[in-house]
């Protein structure tokens, strides 16, 4: 993945989102606020998953 990169995709079928963060920590949430908080986080994503 390329440094600096930051992606949040849609699950089909579900309203959940899925952020990857550059370092190649994810996580999912069905809020596009929660997602893009915890991807401007870098390096502290609280509860890293």
């Given at each position: 993945?390329?440094?600096?990169?930051?992606?949040?995709?849609?699950?089909?079928?579900?309203?959940?989102?899925?952020?990857?963060?550059?370092?190649?920590?994810?996580?999912?949430?069905?809020?596009p606020?929660?997602?893009?908080?915890?991807?401007?986080?870098?390096?502290?994503?609280?509860?890293?998953?």
């Amino acid at each position: 993945m390329s440094a600096g990169l930051l992606r949040v995709t849609w699950l089909p079928g579900d309203d959940i989102l899925r952020g990857r963060c550059h370092c190649g920590a994810e996580t999912e949430a069905d809020d596009p606020v929660a997602i893009w908080e915890w991807l401007l986080a870098h390096p502290d994503h609280p509860g890293k998953s």
